[in-house]
């Protein structure tokens, strides 16, 4: 290190390297969540499960709904070219099973997105605006929150004839809620603070203070939420599946999946245990990640 540097009035002048560069607190998040190993790997293997539903049914020599009645279900052992067996129809398992990753995966992204905007929405004007608007709005939330979501969304898709894409944004239409009392809660937190103040007295109009000042200063608890949120989609698509209203033959998800499979476990195990696999490790990731990112976001939770 050199000495430092002394201009001939005798004033210290500070070099560049010296210093102290400072840093944001998403960079600073970063570093926090690149410390936790387990985060990191759940981060790791739910992008290699992504890019492996995305990508792998277009190089795999199979479709999913080809069948070879000859073949019939065969083990991963003796399927020869069928790395995860066949199904009763001779339908290869790990293209399904991929495929079905695509709907899952799908569903979670696409439901929890929905219930993102909604969400997020709903509870930062609720939050804002306050007073007779903020208890009629909570209000309406609590009511909303009586309703059993699995009925309304199973008599959602017997009316509209089961079409999947309405199966995305029924769940992502039930799951908003709890999003909403979340940004709600913080909101209230922030409309008080110097700088929600100081943009009022600049003239900005509300709807500007709410969705530039106030929701990006929430996006913290938002996206640890959102991280639980996929994987409750998920198993909310798999219920529906195992009731027979998710996503119809021949098309697959891993709820679907593992509902055929659970039915001929006994005779046929691999059918419910390399779908069972995919989901568990998706689920398992998504918790663990949310739990990374909780502590990143949130110094004071932090176990560092």
């Given at each position: 290190?050199?000495?430092?540097?002394?201009?001939?009035?005798?004033?210290?002048l500070?070099?560049?390297?010296?210093?102290?560069?400072?840093?944001?607190?998403?960079?600073?998040?970063?570093?926090?969540?690149?410390?936790?190993r387990?985060?990191?790997?759940?981060?790791?293997?739910?992008?290699?499960?992504?890019?492996?539903?995305?990508?792998?049914?277009?190089?795999?020599?199979?479709?999913?709904?080809?069948?070879?009645?000859?073949?019939?279900?065969?083990?991963?052992?003796?399927?020869?070219?069928?790395?995860?067996?066949?199904?009763?129809?001779?339908?290869?398992?790990?293209?399904?099973?991929l495929?079905?990753?695509?709907?899952?995966?799908?569903?979670?992204?696409?439901?929890t997105?929905?219930?993102?905007?909604?969400?997020?929405?709903y509870?930062?004007?609720?939050?804002y605006?306050?007073?007779?608007?903020?208890?009629?709005?909570?209000r309406?939330?609590?009511?909303?929150?009586?309703?059993?979501?699995?009925?309304?969304?199973?008599?959602?898709?017997?009316?509209?004839?089961?079409?999947?894409?309405?199966?995305?944004?029924?769940?992502?239409?039930?799951?908003?809620?709890?999003?909403?009392?979340?940004?709600?809660?913080?909101?209230?937190?922030?409309?008080?603070?110097?700088?929600?103040?100081?943009?009022?007295?600049?003239?900005?109009?509300?709807?500007?203070?709410?969705?530039?000042?106030?929701?990006?200063?929430?996006?913290?608890p938002?996206?640890?939420?959102?991280?639980?949120?996929?994987?409750?989609?998920?198993?909310?698509?798999?219920?529906?599946?195992?009731?027979?209203?998710?996503?119809?033959?021949?098309?697959?998800?891993?709820?679907?999946?593992?509902?055929?499979?659970?039915?001929?476990?006994?005779?046929?195990?691999?059918?419910?245990?390399?779908?069972?696999?995919?989901?568990?490790?998706?689920?398992?990731?998504?918790?663990?990640?949310?739990?990374?990112?909780?502590?990143?976001?949130?110094?004071?939770?932090?176990?560092?």
């Amino acid at each position: 290190m050199t000495d430092p540097v002394i201009n001939p009035s005798g004033k210290l002048l500070l070099r560049p390297e010296d210093i102290e560069q400072g840093t944001s607190l998403w960079k600073d998040a970063w570093h926090r969540l690149r410390k936790n190993r387990m985060a990191v790997a759940s981060l790791i293997i739910l992008i290699l499960i992504t890019v492996l539903s995305i990508f792998g049914p277009m190089v795999m020599p199979y479709e999913y709904q080809d069948q070879n009645q000859g073949l019939g279900a065969t083990p991963p052992l003796q399927a020869g070219a069928h790395l995860f067996g066949t199904d009763e129809l001779g339908r290869d398992l790990l293209t399904r099973t991929l495929h079905g990753g695509r709907v899952s995966l799908g569903v979670g992204l696409i439901a929890t997105l929905t219930a993102l905007i909604i969400g997020v929405t709903y509870g930062a004007v609720s939050g804002y605006l306050g007073g007779r608007t903020d208890v009629v709005m909570m209000r309406i939330v609590d009511i909303l929150y009586a309703i059993p979501f699995t009925i309304f969304v199973i008599v959602l898709m017997s009316v509209f004839d089961r079409d999947i894409k309405l199966l995305f944004l029924a769940i992502g239409a039930v799951e908003w809620l709890t999003m909403a009392r979340i940004v709600r809660a913080q909101v209230l937190s922030l409309s008080k603070q110097e700088f929600v103040e100081a943009a009022l007295s600049l003239g900005l109009h509300r709807v500007t203070i709410i969705f530039r000042y106030l929701i990006p200063n929430v996006l913290g608890p938002v996206i640890v939420y959102t991280t639980l949120t996929i994987p409750a989609v998920m198993l909310f698509e798999s219920i529906l599946s195992f009731l027979g209203l998710g996503v119809q033959a021949p098309m697959s998800s891993w709820g679907s999946l593992i509902k055929d499979g659970s039915e001929k476990m006994d005779v046929y195990p691999w059918l419910l245990l390399f779908p069972a696999m995919f989901f568990s490790a998706t689920l398992f990731c998504l918790n663990f990640l949310g739990d990374g990112l909780r502590d990143a976001l949130d110094p004071k939770s932090s176990k560092d």
